[in-house]
């Protein structure tokens, strides 16, 4: 589900997520910025040991995260 | 700060959630000397690669100014050892660390923090108990947005931004600048000179920009791509070879609304406390980290760690290192205004002398050389005089 995001309001609009991932982290090419984490407004990314770690179930798919990252190393998972 | 903190007799635990302090590196490594030497820290030689002796801005049109002063000198560092070698000097006073140890939550004790839970090696988190909990996490901040801090940055005031540290490259011990929205939009291309004719190039540009389609078709912000095309222009660079890639996202806005709440302090680049202009927030976290240590202590010795009483470190920051930052957003709000032929204007007008003023917060007399020939300009630059 596609939605749009203020990123400069607070509290954060959220939309509902049945857990289905949204987004896909190529770990191959991932350089360990945390650039994503930084601008996720729900904490959806956090960096656990060598990897990001994504919890789907708060993500709201505002695409913050593919738009930062350096390394271009997240994709947006189409819904069939 | 937790050397401070251990020096004044507190009792302190760092935990770091990476296996290895400093890496992986997420920075250009440059660090100015006056703000180090001026808290009395004398750098050893193995944590840094080179001295600096000054800047070189290089203009759209590749006019460039050589700016060298005892304000200009500094290192470009070797982060992974320098980060350590901070590490280390806080054990020596009394401080204790753990790496591999993340923490995933706050305690809280009558709705106010009281410890941390901490998960080490990845196994079952477990409760440390601690009057103050101190935030120091760098951009990604999750521990203090847990506190209820507003510690989240927003696409326009962060530059995304890849580099390589690349080698061999002829320096003059400089660190080099280039500017133009076409090189680098709202953001800058660096090659930061190191040791044994090596140097780290990099580039940030707004991460709200939209110059590539990402992953899925994304419209987003692409700094690799830039720099592979800045690289393939330089003469040097387009034979040299890559030794290392990094990259990483970097506040460059204002500093987050509140940096303390009851138990609980936020300093550094976790609290966006990082400079506007260049990116960098090593010297501002120093800074901060002593501020922040002689509150910690007032508070320690009151046994008051309230929200009120930690306050007081907020007040001076923002007194202080806050206007200067203030001032140098400013600046970066304007300058996003100006185009290539305006910038090109800019750099054949002023002086190293007028850089310097501009980087110190005085604005008046430079705006009055650059809008004595282009008058245009003043719509744009007055916000700098206002």
């Known amino acids: 589900m596609e939605t749009d995001v203020d990123l400069t309001s607070f509290p954060l609009k959220k939309y509902p997520n049945k857990g289905e991932p949204m987004i896909e982290i190529n770990h191959d090419r991932c350089i360990q910025c ?13 960096l656990v040991g060598l990897r990001m770690k994504t919890y789907p179930e708060k993500c709201i798919s505002c695409k913050a995260c593919i738009r930062a990252c350096p390394a271009d190393c997240i994709k947006l998972i189409e819904k069939k | 700060m937790a050397r401070i903190a251990a020096q004044n007799g507190m009792s302190v635990m760092i935990y770091d959630k990476r296996k ?87 305690v809280k004790k009558d ?43 927003t696409l326009y005031d962060v530059d995304t931004c890849y580099q390589y540290e690349m080698k061999p490259y002829n320096h003059e011990n400089l660190i080099e600048l280039y500017f133009g929205n076409k090189i680098a939009p709202r953001g800058y291309v660096w090659i ?26 994304v419209d987003g912000a692409e700094p690799k791509r830039l720099l592979d095309e800045f690289i393939a222009g330089n003469k040097e660079l387009r034979d040299a070879s890559v030794l290392q890639d990094f990259g990483g996202v970097i506040s460059v806005g204002a500093p987050i609304d509140s940096f303390v709440k009851d138990g609980f302090m936020c300093i550094g680049t976790a609290a966006k406390q990082v400079d506007p202009i260049h990116g960098g927030g090593i010297a501002l976290a120093m800074e901060t980290g002593i501020m922040a240590a002689g509150i910690a202590k007032k508070a320690h010795g009151k046994k008051d760690y309230s929200e009120k009483m930690l306050k007081e470190y907020e007040n001076l920051w923002r007194a202080g290192p806050g206007k200067k930052m203030g001032k140098r957003l400013l600046l970066r709000k304007v300058m996003e205004e100006v185009n290539d032929d ?5 750099f054949n007008t002023i002086t190293d002398a007028d850089l310097q003023k501009v980087m110190e917060g005085s604005f008046a007399g430079p705006v009055a050389k650059v809008v004595g020939g282009r008058p245009q300009l003043l719509r744009i630059l007055k916000a700098l005089i206002g």
Not at chain 2, 52 to 76: E, R
Not at chain 2, 342 to 346: A, K, Q, R, S, W
Request: aromatic share 6%; net charge positive.
């Open chain 2, 192 to 217: 930061f000179p190191k040791d044994a004719k090596k140097a780290n190039v990099g580039i940030g540009i707004g991460a709200h920009l939209t110059n590539w389609k990402k992953g899925g078709n």
């Open chain 2, 111 to 153: 709705g106010k923090i009281d410890g941390v839970m901490v998960s080490q090696w990845g196994q079952e988190p477990f409760e440390v108990r601690a009057p103050l909990v101190v935030s120091a996490e760098g951009m990604e901040a999750i521990v203090a947005r847990k506190a209820g801090l507003k510690a989240i940055s």
């Open chain 1, 34 to 46: 945390v650039g994503c984490a930084s601008v996720c407004p729900v904490l959806a990314i956090e």
């Open chain 2, 20 to 106: 290895e302090l400093g890496e992986p590196v997420r920075c250009g490594e440059g660090l100015g000397q006056r703000e180090v030497l001026a808290q009395g820290i004398d750098l050893p030689r193995w944590c840094f690669s080179t001295e600096i002796l000054g800047a070189k801005v290089i203009a759209p049109n590749g006019k460039s100014i050589t700016w060298k002063s005892k304000d200009t000198k500094g290192w470009v560092l070797e982060r992974k050892m320098f980060d350590k070698w901070l590490v280390e000097l806080a054990v020596e006073k009394g401080a204790k660390v753990k790496t591999y140890s993340r923490v995933t939550d706050l």
């Open chain 2, 342 to 346: 305006d910038l090109n204007h800019i």
